[in-house]
């Protein structure tokens, strides 16, 4: 059969070819030999290469799956060569491009060896299942940066170029001469320049299988210790690059990179309250008697599914996630002070990752407006005028994590050339310390505590210890059926013995931070351990 097919288009194309050079030399009056003299060259261009995206171990986001691309120079034999790797109706549509003789560029599902064919490897720019989607961006139709880091860097990975060309000797009608040998020109390895980022693939693909497994619409962020360098960044729901129309329509925003996006905060940012307490001096075993709820100015404000917790230290109002506690706390402090605090942790302020790519700033209330109680009392546990990013979050627990020094995200490491030696390098901002190393300290036994008797109780890690809070945020939008949708958190750092991992895991629905978050923040977190990304000192060997 395979037989048959070649001999088919063999002779397709023999008479095609000689028909088409007879009517050519009958209506201009020349034979083939005066057309052969009237040569030239003619060059095709096979495939251009772009700089590449790194992650911290120089591995590649872009560029790291090959396709084979073949350059064409239309034979009597082309067609039929071509036929033993494309389905028939495929070499049917290209028989315009073999009649006019002209070379020409092909992709291919496998490699070709044939009559007038070169086929080469080269890199396709993304992977079937691309890792840190948002991140990375995509091309549009002219193969420039759209979004994420591909249009932050586009005039430097647009400049790392090179390509495969190949330049034939053809005659006055473009067809490839008898005889005379194509040459080949190979500069592809001009793009292997590139940036090269803080994110680390295993990580990253960790972090997103835990997210897929359990998140529709939310985020996660995972930060080293204390660099505050992002080692992975998930954005759900993901896109589809080759059909980005559907996605401009769809209801869940997939384009939107949600881990620099701002939602409703809740009870994680109860860690700011603490600590804007304890650096005005009150003590960590100031105790108050929750019964489910507290009234101020006329309005009653209750703990979730309005549980009397009973008498409190501050550790117990974090295991606990107090609301009640933290109000009557937050009365202690001068909200000017509490203000501060916050802005301290980042919050209410852009982050800049790269020129060209910035996480939201997020809302805080105005100081007056803090003057009111209720205000003041919505502030005090993360509710009201407040909304922050994942980032923003993970740059929080960093700081409580690594001591009181407060230091912003890194995403970008520097830049590299051809040869991987670095261009420039990016040096990360010095840490400014917030917290004295006291108040950070109580901070993370609160959150150890949290995870030992509190609501992160059930998400703890296999392996070692870890300090976490929760949070299930307040939106003010419903559901078809009168439900308010609420935001939900789960903010903490692993190991806790000997800190080397923000986790924050944020979703845009579900049922409460450790139910809907929880289980993603112990799958990331027992597979670091499992994958020995942590390092197992003796202090973080113990079982929970």
């Not at 008479?15 to 009237?38: D, I, P």
């Not at 790519?357 to 009111?372: H, R």
Request: hydrophobic content about 40%; glycine content about 8%; some cysteine.
């Amino acid at each position: 059969m395979e037989r048959r097919i070649a001999a088919f288009f063999g002779f397709l194309f023999s008479a095609l070819f000689l028909c088409m050079l007879c009517v050519y030399s009958l209506t201009n009056g020349e034979t083939l030999a005066e057309t052969a003299q009237r040569q030239s060259v003619y060059r095709l261009t096979v495939s251009q290469t772009r700089g590449k995206i790194y992650d911290c171990q120089m591995l590649p986001f872009t560029g790291e799956t090959n396709r084979w691309v073949a350059a064409v120079a239309p034979g009597v034999q082309t067609a039929a060569d071509l036929g033993r790797a494309l389905e028939r109706e495929e070499v049917n549509s290209l028989l315009p491009l073999l009649q006019a003789g002209k070379p020409f560029s092909l992709s291919l599902p496998n490699n070709v060896s044939g009559s007038g064919i070169l086929t080469f490897q080269v890199p396709d720019r993304y992977a079937g299942e691309q890792l840190a989607m948002h991140t990375i961006g995509y091309l549009d139709g002219s193969g420039h940066g759209a979004s994420g880091l591909e249009l932050a860097f586009d005039d430097f990975l647009s400049a790392q170029s090179g390509e495969i060309s190949v330049t034939y000797q053809v005659d006055a009608l473009n067809h490839v001469l008898a005889g005379e040998k194509a040459e080949v020109s190979d500069t592809s390895s001009l793009g292997n320049a590139g940036i090269v980022l803080t994110l680390d693939k295993r990580i990253q693909r960790i972090a997103e299988e835990a997210a897929s497994s359990s998140l529709q619409t939310g985020a996660v962020v995972v930060a080293e210790i204390p660099s505050c360098k992002i080692r992975a960044m998930v954005s759900l729901p993901t896109f589809d690059r080759d059909n980005l129309s559907e996605s401009l329509e769809d209801p869940a925003s997939p384009l939107l990179n949600r881990c620099l996006s701002a939602f409703s905060v809740g009870s994680v940012f109860k860690l700011v309250s603490a600590a804007a307490a304890l650096e005005s001096g009150i003590s960590p075993e100031y105790t108050y008697t929750c019964s489910g709820s507290t009234v101020v100015t006329g309005r009653a404000f209750r703990c979730y599914a309005s549980e009397a917790h009973g008498e409190e230290n501050m550790q117990k109002a974090i295991a606990n996630s107090c609301n009640t506690y933290f109000i009557n706390l937050m009365k202690q402090v001068n909200a000017s002070q509490f203000l501060t605090m916050a802005r301290r942790f980042g919050f209410g302020e852009s982050l800049t990752l790269t020129p060209g790519l910035e996480a939201d700033s997020g809302v805080l209330p105005e100081e007056t407006s803090l003057q009111i109680p209720q205000a003041l009392a919505n502030f005090s546990f993360g509710q009201g005028d407040l909304t922050a990013t994942p980032l923003q979050i993970a740059a929080m627990v960093n700081t409580i994590a690594s001591g009181g020094e407060y230091v912003p995200p890194q995403l970008v490491e520097g830049t590299v050339d051809s040869s991987y030696q670095w261009i420039s390098r990016e040096s990360g901002e010095e840490p400014v310390r917030i917290l004295s190393p006291y108040t950070a300290a109580l901070l993370q036994n609160f959150m150890l505590a949290s995870v030992q008797e509190g609501t992160s109780e059930k998400y703890a890690p296999a392996y070692g210890r870890a300090g976490a809070k929760t949070a299930t945020a307040q939106t003010g939008r419903f559901d078809e059926n009168g439900l308010e949708k609420v935001h939900s958190w789960f903010a903490g750092f692993y190991p806790y013995d000997s800190p080397q991992y923000v986790i924050v895991v944020f979703s845009e629905e579900g049922t409460g931070g450790g139910p809907t978050c929880g289980p993603v923040f112990q799958s990331i977190a027992n597979a670091l351990w499992e994958e020995r990304l942590v390092t197992r000192n003796p202090e973080n060997m113990g079982s929970m």
